[in-house]
C-alpha cells in the first residue's frame, strides 16, 4: 500500500456527482447542527438559569428521534428514499427558519424553543435510515467504506469546530446569526437532495409500513450472523465504555477541575477522531470490515481503561485520542458492513435500528458508569468497563465467524450491487 493510499480517500466525491452534491450538503448541516445545540442550550440557560431545564434539551431531541427513527426505517423500505428524504429536508428546514425567526423576534419561549428542537429531531429521525442508504446506493460497492468515512469525517470536524464557531456567532452577532447558518447550510442539503436520481427500495412491492415489517427487520438482524455481531459489538462498546458522564469527576478527582481542562478531554476525542478520519484509507480499502471493526471496538476499551488510571494530563488526552480514533474506525467499518450484508428491500429498518442504537447506546453507557462510579469510583468504571469490552468483543469475534470472514470483494446472496442504482437524473 503506498503512502497515498493511506490518507482518506476521496474517489468517492469524482464517483459519484450525486453522492458529492450530497456530501457538501450533509458537511455543512453538520456544522451547523452543532452551533444550533450549543446556541439552543445558551439560549434555554439564558432564559432559566437552570441545569433541569438544559437538561429537558436532551429529552425534547432523545424522544422523537428513537420513536421516529423506527417509522422512518419502515418508511424507507416501502417509499422512494429520495422523496422521503425530499420531505424530512424541507421540514428541517421550515422548523430551522423557525428557531431563527423565535430568536429575531426575542420571543423568548421555552414551550416553543423545546416545541422546535423535538420537531427538528422528529424530522431528522424520519429521514435518517433512508440516508443511511444512500452511500450504497449511489457508489461502487468497493467505495462505500470510504463514502461513509467521508462523513464520518466531516462529522467529527464538526464537533471540534462547531462548538468554538457557535461560540465566536453568539458573542459578535447572536443567536439569530447562529440558528441562521444551519438555516442556509440546511438549504444547501435541500438543493442536493432534489438533484437525487431516484431510489426505490428493492422490493417495495412486497413490503407495507407497520409493525409486521418493523419485527421482520428485528429478525433480519437477529437473524444474520454479520449484522448482529456488528450490532453486538458496537454495544459492548458503547454500553460498557463510554467515558463521557465521567469526565467532570475525573476532573475534579486528578486535574484540578479547571474547566479548561474538561474542555481538552471533549477536544482530545473530537481530535483522535478527525486523525483518524484523515488516514482513514488505511481501513476503508481493508476486505474484511468486520475484523476492521473488532479490532478499533477493542482498542475503544484499552484506552479508556488506560484513561481510566493516566495521571499526567498529556498521557490522559493522549488515551482519549486514541479512543476517538477507534471510535471512528469502528462507526465506518461497522457502517459499511450493515449496509452491505443487508438486502436493499430490509436497508431502511436495518438502518433505523442502527440509528437507535448509535443513539441509545452511548446515554445508557454514560448512565452505567455514573452508576458505577457511584457505588465505586470513576477509575474502576473506565477500567472495568474498558475491560469488560475488550473481553465481550474477543467473545463475539471468537463465537462469529461470519462477522470475522465477511469480505468486501465477495458479494452474497441477498446483498446488492451498489453502483448500478445511482445511475439517473443528477449523477
Given at each position: 500500500m503506498s503512502r497515498r493510499s493511506g490518507l482518506v480517500d476521496l474517489r468517492p466525491l469524482a464517483a459519484s456527482a450525486a453522492y458529492r452534491r450530497l456530501w457538501v450538503g450533509t458537511s455543512l448541516t453538520s456544522l451547523g447542527h452543532q452551533m444550533t445545540v450549543v446556541a439552543v442550550l445558551f439560549q434555554v440557560w439564558r432564559m432559566t438559569g437552570s441545569p433541569v431545564w438544559t437538561g429537558v434539551v436532551g429529552l425534547a431531541s432523545a424522544i422523537p428521534l428513537v420513536l421516529f427513527g423506527v417509522v422512518g426505517g419502515s418508511l424507507a423500505d416501502s417509499l422512494d428514499r429520495r422523496t422521503l428524504v425530499r420531505w424530512t429536508t424541507l421540514a428541517q428546514v421550515v422548523v430551522v427558519l423557525g428557531l431563527t425567526g423565535q430568536a429575531l423576534v426575542e420571543l423568548e419561549s421555552l414551550p416553543v424553543l423545546l416545541g422546535l428542537v423535538a420537531a427538528q429531531s422528529a424530522a431528522a429521525a424520519l429521514g435518517a435510515p433512508a440516508r443511511r442508504t444512500f452511500p450504497v446506493r449511489l457508489l461502487p460497492r468497493d467505495l462505500v467504506s470510504a463514502g461513509i468515512a467521508l462523513q464520518h469525517l466531516t462529522f467529527q470536524a464538526a464537533m471540534l469546530l462547531g462548538p468554538a464557531v457557535a461560540g465566536f456567532v453568539i458573542g459578535r452577532w447572536g443567536l439569530t446569526a447562529c440558528y441562521a447558518v444551519e438555516a442556509v447550510a440546511f438549504l444547501v442539503s435541500l438543493y442536493a437532495v432534489l438533484r437525487l436520481p431516484s431510489l426505490p427500495p428493492r422490493g417495495a412491492e412486497e413490503h407495507r409500513p407497520g409493525i409486521r415489517s418493523i419485527v421482520e427487520g428485528v429478525r433480519h438482524i437477529t437473524r444474520t450472523p454479520v449484522v448482529r455481531g456488528a450490532f453486538g459489538t458496537d454495544l459492548f462498546a458503547t454500553l460498557l465504555a463510554m467515558p463521557i458522564a465521567l469526565f467532570p469527576v475525573v476532573n475534579e478527582a486528578r486535574?484540578?477541575?479547571?474547566?479548561?481542562?474538561?474542555?481538552?478531554?471533549?477536544?482530545?476525542?473530537?481530535?483522535?477522531?478527525?486523525?483518524?478520519?484523515?488516514?482513514?484509507?488505511?481501513?476503508?480499502?481493508?476486505?474484511?470490515?468486520?475484523?476492521?471493526?473488532?479490532?478499533?471496538?477493542?482498542?475503544?476499551?484499552?484506552?479508556?481503561?488506560?484513561?481510566?488510571?493516566?495521571?499526567p494530563l498529556w498521557l490522559a488526552l493522549a488515551m482519549l485520542a486514541v479512543a476517538g480514533a477507534a471510535d471512528t474506525v469502528s462507526v465506518v467499518s461497522r457502517a459499511a458492513l450493515v449496509q452491505l450484508a443487508t438486502p436493499d428491500g430490509l436497508r431502511g429498518r436495518v438502518s433505523s435500528a442502527e440509528h437507535v442504537v448509535g443513539a441509545a447506546g452511548p446515554d445508557l453507557g454514560n448512565a452505567r458508569a455514573g452508576v458505577v462510579t457511584g457505588l465505586t469510583s470513576a477509575s474502576f468504571a473506565l477500567v472495568s468497563g474498558g475491560l469488560l469490552c475488550v473481553v465481550g468483543v474477543l467473545w463475539i469475534g471468537l463465537r462469529n465467524r461470519e462477522l470475522r470472514s465477511f469480505r468486501v470483494s465477495e458479494r452474497r446472496e441477498g446483498t446488492t450491487p451498489a453502483a448500478g442504482a445511482g445511475a439517473g437524473p443528477g449523477t
Open positions: 486535574f484540578g477541575g479547571a474547566p479548561e481542562t474538561l474542555g481538552l478531554f471533549l477536544s482530545a476525542v473530537a481530535v483522535g477522531g478527525v486523525a483518524a478520519g484523515l488516514v482513514s484509507g488505511l481501513v476503508t480499502r481493508a476486505d474484511r470490515p468486520g475484523l476492521v471493526q473488532s479490532w478499533a471496538a477493542g482498542t475503544w476499551g484499552v484506552a479508556l481503561a488506560c484513561f481510566g488510571l493516566a495521571d
